[in-house]
């Protein structure tokens, strides 16, 4: 079951995979207006593109994610190879998973919208990989990312469509929804008590550490468009704004308290890696309101505050208590920053009036809007005209069953990992480059 042979059949099936996701856009997937030629020659079709937008997020998956994972010292080809292969892979999945929602005459519309969606939506595994980082084989990911991406796309759809939630930057729906499933994996997934300790290879060098942080950098720096992106007009800028200012409040309290809370009062890379993005997950639900640059700070020092307080004391204790590891430390970055956005969304949510929003109202939070007159089926639950209060008690539930979701199906995929013949590694297996990776042998100096 674990001889090299096995492991080749293991990607074989990958390849067959991909021949299956071939023929399936083949079937279903046709290009969408935007993209097809112009009916009439010569007819100019106003059209603004997202591209520079997509171009953003796309560096942000593929570089940064990928080398905020190259943390630990003989892990690099891992964390950057699969980040790219799996990547690779459910960006096509999720254009079919997501494009059976939206359908026309039986077919999926394939557009850059619908790349920007599929490229966001890989954020979610790739979350999810963090917790487990080292711990899995490639094929156990694979697994884990193709059944997650299916129970993410559903939980979305029924929040952003049904519930009519506002979640713009994805910190709920993406971001929650990625660390608590994974979270819930690891579980399932625990070690023994006489495991719980460290791998042999789960730390840092200096130089994994530097190559960690140009993984920060990157996802510093285009952050704002990855909230933004999916935002228009005015709220697209108060999103760009919004999350400029909750990065930067979030990156001094992190330096601070980290020289105040890590073990040598003294900075601490893991904080400056992660703690200092918190703010750009915790403003990402709220960054397109009206919450003034002043409350962007707010949200990113409470964000950096938390973040770091997790990795310097609940980390350490989930995993001595429960043997829960989270690798990247991900409920630090994703999970309770998420929380806070969806919290901070309640409270906007409850503020908000025609007033302050005017034409806005109706595109940020949609069922606060009245019903359009050409309107010939509602699927939002309560119908449009939702007052404030009623908006804010749907962002409570619409949190709270995104992250139940999540905990439950972590718990059944793990399980399945667990309990059937996926390759599992051993301990001194872990952490480490070698099982997987032809690794050039490194000549002492």
Known sequence: ?????????????????????????????????????????GLFQEHVSKYPHFQDVHVMIFVGFGFLMTFLKKYGYSATGYTLFMSALIIQWTILVKGFFHMYDGKIELSLEHIIHSD??????????????????PIQLLFMALFEIILFAVNE?????????????GSITVHAFGAYFGLAVSLMLRPKKEENEPGQYE??????????????????????????????????????????????GATVTAFVLSTMMSHEKKLDMVHVQNSTLAGGVAVGTVCNLMIGGHGAILIGILAGSLSVIG???????????????????????????????????????????????????????????????????????????RSARAQAGFQLFGLFMTIIIAIVGGLIVGLVLRCTCFRKLQKEEQHQDELYWEVPELKSE
Request: glycine share 8%; proline share 5%; charged share 10%.
């Open 311 to 385: 990795y310097r004391y609940v980390t350490p204790a989930m995993t001595a208590k429960l043997r829960l590891h989270d690798t990247c430390g991900v409920h630090n970055l994703h999970g309770m920053p998420g929380i806070i956005a969806g919290l901070g969304s309640i409270v906007y949510a409850y503020l908000a009036t025609k007033e302050d929003y005017k034409y806005d109202l109706g595109a940020i939070f949609p069922a606060m809007a009245s019903q359009p007159k050409n309107l010939t089926s509602n699927h939002i639950i309560g119908g449009y005209e």
């Open 157 to 169: 759809y029924v929040a952003l469509e049904i519930l009519s939630i506002c979640d713009v930057g």
């Open 1 to 41: 079951m674990h001889s090299p042979i096995s492991e080749r059949m293991g990607f074989v099936a990958l390849m067959i995979l991909q021949i299956i996701l071939f023929m399936l856009f083949a079937v279903f997937v046709r290009y969408g207006k935007a993209a097809l030629p112009a009916e009439v020659p």
């Open 120 to 137: 966001i939506s890989a954020a979610v595994p790739l979350i999810s990989m963090g917790v487990l980082l080292g711990r899995t084989t």
């Open 203 to 248: 730390a840092p060098t200096y130089t994994s550490d530097l190559f960690a942080m140009i993984g920060t950098l990157f996802l510093w720096i285009y952050w704002p468009s990855f909230n933004s992106v999916l935002a228009d007009g005015t709220a697209q800028e108060r999103a760009i704004l919004n999350t400029y200012l909750s990065l930067a």
